[in-house]
């Protein structure tokens, strides 16, 4: 089998198909049917010559050859399993190239840096995971590049009226950065608007980059450069690894954009090792089945919630209507709900604690998109570091449970919900 079949005559493969074996040819490896994980350093050449090719190429000090394949160095370079890796993960996404990272925010905080200089601003939607607020407030500022919120929200109405109270600084805008569906709230950016935005704000021939976080949906469900974004980055943790076991990330972009991402990450040395890579290809065979399988389960555990006397709100996609200011960006943008709700009860942060101590099957603790379904506490847990009224104006109450809905059957999750806010 070619290492890149992607059609059988004129039929073209779809992606869950191409999980199993797309970027591998058995036939470098003893035909083994998986790759193997290759936990090596380094990597010898055949020749002195062939030797300084790979480092011209890897260096940047000439263009690699049309036909000519990227040779093997070492692995902060590249790494079979991570090339294999990174050739599946542009197949969701109908990227270019992809660059695959240790963790979420080793993608985000590489990406960052190697986009933006010294003076730049990032205009970014709010809220968005504690870490991504963290390096946006306390890292980069030091590397003098500030960072200016607007609420999810509050929509396009609210990232114009953020870029407005810039004033001359409006100038300085290098990058829009959206977390989309919003973290925990499930609220939504638009994404075609900030690319317009970033078009129309970009001088001096330096464009604005749209970068959005895609980890909440994932490329099942959303896919953020067939709307105009320059990057998607992702914390491979959640539902591209989807078992608690791996800690990962990925950026994907053009092959332009992607050169000093790689170049960064190399020097920075945030890529991930071969066992992570191989961790992640197993869990890409099963994405489409598990990411559906929590989607369907989250329809259920959505409905129950909103028709329990104790349970104030409900934020989930899936219950969006024509009525809702985001319907229209849900219809356009997104193909399914996912499986992340968040959920108010009455009582506050008592009654919340309440609840998620008495949880029995639904396991309390952080992260997102496993097998298993996970609850946590937002406001005092994923998103303590952020000031309590930033909070609430971001619609982070203190009686707000977060809900990753996994694999188990729905009526199961819904009987440990059932059980626990009889407790509140």
């Known amino acids: 089998m070619s290492e890149h079949l992607r059609r059988i005559g004129d039929k073209e493969l779809r992606p869950e198909s191409l999980m199993m074996s797309y970027g591998y040819d058995p036939r ?12 090596t350093s380094t990597f010898t050449f055949k020749s002195a010559e062939e030797g300084k090719r790979f480092f011209e190429v890897a260096y940047g000090l000439r263009e690699k050859d049309p036909k000519e394949e990227l040779g093997l160095i070492y692995s902060r370079l590249n790494n079979p399993d991570i090339q294999i890796l990174e050739e599946r993960l542009t197949v969701w996404d109908g990227a270019e190239a992809c ?38 407030y306390n890292i980069l500022p030091k590397w003098g590049v500030t960072a200016k919120g607007f609420r999810a929200c509050d929509g396009t109405a609210g990232m114009k009226q953020a870029l ?7 100038e300085r805008v290098a990058m829009i950065f959206v977390e989309t569906p919003a973290n925990p709230t499930n609220d939504l950016v638009d994404i075609l608007d900030a ?34 974004a320059d990057v998607v980055v992702y914390s491979a943790t959640k539902f591209l690894g989807g078992h608690s076991d791996v800690i990962a990330g990925a950026v994907l972009c053009s092959e332009e954009l992607m050169a000093p991402i790689k170049t960064h990450r190399t020097i920075l040395g945030t890529m991930c ?40 709100k409900v934020h989930y996609l899936g219950h969006l209507t024509e009525q809702h200011p985001q319907w229209e960006t849900y219809r356009r943008q997104c193909l399914a709900p996912g499986s992340m709700i968040a959920f108010e009860v009455h009582g506050g942060e008592a009654a919340a ?18 097998t298993e379904s996970l609850a946590e506490h937002p406001a005092t847990m994923t998103h303590a570091d952020i000031a309590v009224a930033d909070q609430r104006s971001m619609g982070i109450t203190g009686s707000m449970v977060r809900l990753s809905v996994g694999v188990e059957h729905p009526e ?13």
């Not at 407005?164 to 409006?170: K, Y």
């Not at 604690?353 to 496993?370: E, P, Q």
């Open 28 to 39: 470098r490896s003893e035909g083994a049917i998986k790759s193997p994980i290759f936990m």
């Open 99 to 136: 660059a695959s990272f240790e963790s979420g925010m080793a993608a985000i905080a590489t990406t960052l840096l190697a986009m933006l200089r010294p003076g730049d601003v990032v205009l970014h939607s709010v809220p968005v995971y504690g870490g991504t607020d963290y390096l946006l």
């Open 164 to 170: 407005a109270e810039l004033g001359d600084d409006a």
């Open 195 to 228: 690319v317009a935005l970033a078009s129309r704000t970009t001088r001096d021939g330096r464009k604005v980059r749209v970068v959005v976080d895609n980890t909440f949906l994932g490329p099942l469900w959303q896919q953020p450069l067939q709307h105009g």
């Open 273 to 312: 090792g071969p066992w992570t890579a191989w961790l992640l290809m197993r869990s890409l065979e099963t994405l489409k089945l598990r990411m559906t399988s929590q989607m369907k389960n989250a329809r259920y555990v959505a409905d129950f919630l909103a028709d329990h006397p104790k349970v104030d």
């Open 353 to 370: 604690f309440r609840l998620l101590n008495a949880l029995k099957l639904v396991k309390l603790a952080v992260s997102l998109g496993g």
């Open 412 to 424: 199961d999750v819904i009987a440990d919900l059932r059980q626990a806010l009889d407790a509140v």
